[in-house]
Structures are given as C-alpha cells and as structure tokens.
T-cell receptor, first 116, second 114 residues
Framework: DSGVTQTPKHLITATGQRVTLRCSPR?????VYWYQQSLDQGLQFLIQ???????AKGNILERFSAQQFPDLHSELNLSSLELGDSALYFC???????????????FGPGTRLLVL | DQQVKQNSPSLSVQEGRISILNCDYT??????FLWYKKYPAEGPTFLIS?????DKNEDGRFTVFLNKSAKHLSLHIVPSQPGDSAVYFC?????????????FGQGTTLQVKP
C-alpha cells in the first residue's frame, strides 16, 4: 500500500460527458502528479501540483483540468470525453521537489476510465 | 517524441538466472533515472534510482547501470524470482525546471519461470 488513494477505481461513461477523478496523497506529501496510461503505452505525464499551485504541465489536453485543494487532495477533471480518453489515470505524490536526490513518487492504484 | 525508450516489450527468464532490462534515452538533460515495477491492477512501485553523475547503483538483488556516452541504462536482477514477474518501467527526471515529473518508457513485461 503506497498510501496514495484514488477514487473511483473504475468509471464507465459516454462520449461527451464529464468526469472527476480524485486523489489523496500520502500524508505529508505536498506534490501531486497525474499520469495517463493508454493501451500498450507508458505513463504520460499530465500535470503536477505543489502545495496548491500548478508546478509543471505535460501533454494535457485543454479539455482536461486539475486542481489541488488546501487539504492537498487533487482532482482531475475530464470533459467532452472522447473514445480515445479511455485509459488508466494514475495519481502519484511525493514530498516535494528536493534538490540533490531523485524525487521518488508513490503511485495510487489508478482509475480505469472507459468511454463508450 | 519518445525521449525514453524500452525497445523490448517482453522478456522471459528462468528462476535463479539474471534478468537484464534495457532502456535508452535521447535527452542528455536528465538528472536522475528510476525504475518502477508494476503488477496488474496496481500502481507502479519504486525500485531503484541512479543519479546522472553515477554509473552504478546497487540495492540487494537489483543493480542499475548507466552508460552516459551511449545514453543507455539497464536494470539487472540477480537472482530472478517468480515474484519479480511484472511490468518494469524505466523513467527519467529532467534536470531543468523545479519539477519532479517523470518521463516514462513504454515498459517491459518480465516473466520469471519457476
């Protein structure tokens, strides 16, 4: 158990809909990362928040948005869903950006999204 | 633009033998390289990392080697155990910017046969 929780575990929805994925980081971690894993692909970095503020952005679509709340949990909002958005969405957390050593990230179990 | 590549989708080895998983990268501006292991229906779990200024890091049965001139790293597992069967992801952490984001390879599925 990594200490990172994600809800829901599975989500089935229709094209054009909007969904919200939730992530609670490990206790004490200030950074939250979101990754997308499509079929047969590696994990693609979407976005990072650090202590409530956006820190880095990857190849995140404009239809997607995220935020980190004062209690440090994060939500990823996916709107106008398309078939190609079907994927595993992982949240990860870390202490924060620490210079001088690798920033180990702890991953949640993921949310499997299926868009029909 | 795939900056981190794992060219072998799968690898099968016998229990007790060495497993060698490979990873290539194209960008020299990576600070750290990490290996993650993933079981089905679970998130990736951290295995081992190496700084870009090192060429080897060892942790128990796991050793990571970094060849900067070839832009290549490898993970050695000795001896391999059936419980090591999983998907292994190589990841790189960029040096620039105040972020710990990771760039992942596509993964290699390791099967260790009893």
């Amino acid at each position: 158990d990594s200490g990172v929780t994600q809800t829901p575990k599975h989500l089935i929805t229709a094209t054009g809909q909007r969904v919200t994925l939730r992530c609670s980081p490990r206790s004490g971690d200030l950074s939250v990362y979101w990754y997308q894993q499509s079929l047969d692909q590696g994990l693609q970095f979407l976005i990072q928040y650090y202590n409530g503020e956006e820190r880095a952005k990857g190849n995140i679509l404009e239809r997607f948005s995220a935020q980190q709340f004062p209690d440090l949990h994060s939500e990823l909002n996916l709107s106008s869903l398309e078939l190609g958005d079907s994927a595993l969405y992982f949240c990860a957390s870390s202490v924060g950006t620490v210079r001088g050593r690798a920033e180990t990230q702890y991953f949640g179990p993921g949310t499997r999204l299926l868009v029909l | 633009d795939q900056q981190v590549k794992q060219n072998s989708p799968s690898l099968s080895v016998q229990e007790g033998r060495i497993s060698i998983l490979n990873c290539d990268y194209t960008n020299s501006m990576f600070d750290y390289f990490l290996w993650y292991k993933k079981y089905p229906a679970e998130g990736p779990t951290f295995l081992i990392s190496i700084s870009s200024i090192k060429d080897k890091n060892e942790d128990g049965r796991f050793t990571v080697f970094l060849n900067k001139s070839a832009k290549h790293l490898s993970l050695h597992i000795v001896p391999s155990q059936p419980g090591d069967s999983a998907v292994y992801f190589c990841a790189a952490q960029p040096r620039s910017g105040n972020t710990g984001k990771l760039i992942f390879g596509q993964g290699t599925t390791l099967q260790v046969k009893p």
